[in-house]
């Protein structure tokens, strides 16, 4: 079993910036892709980022993509999510999930984080 820890959201100003963290214990974490996903208010959780077990192989959305960035440190078991540039459109709860397979689909995570908002005011 693996749990995961997500902290880090909050309320702020478009244009600003957030340092999303996952700390991961259970299993070894190295073992795994790691992934962000999101879902904000009556839609769908759709894909965010991805890393690879080495952390040398990431995927982010288009929507995303140039201002997100994924990173891990397996030494500290912790998958992080640098979010610059903020958009009210980024508003939701991001989810961190571990899976055996770097993948841009949900169903390809076997295990999940509670979530942590974050909320982008215009």
């Known amino acids: 079993q693996v749990q995961l820890v997500e902290s880090g959201g909050g309320l702020v100003q478009a244009g600003a910036s957030l340092r999303l963290s996952c700390t991961a214990s259970?299993?070894?974490?190295?073992?795994?892709?790691m992934g962000w996903f999101r879902q904000a208010p009556g839609k769908e959780r759709e894909f965010v980022a991805t890393?690879?077990?080495?952390?040398?192989?990431?995927l982010y959305a288009d929507s995303v993509k140039g201002r997100f960035t994924i990173s891990r440190d397996n030494d500290k078991n912790t998958v992080y999510l640098q979010m610059n540039s903020l958009k009210p459109e980024d508003t939701a709860v991001y989810f961190c999930?571990?899976?055996?397979?770097?993948?841009?689909?949900?169903?390809?995570?076997?295990?999940w984080g509670q979530g942590t908002q974050v909320t982008v005011s215009s």
């Open positions: 259970g299993r070894t974490f190295s073992n795994y892709a």
């Open positions: 890393t690879s077990l080495s952390g040398g192989l990431k």
């Open positions: 999930a571990v899976g055996r397979t770097y993948s841009r689909s949900a169903g390809n995570y076997d295990y």
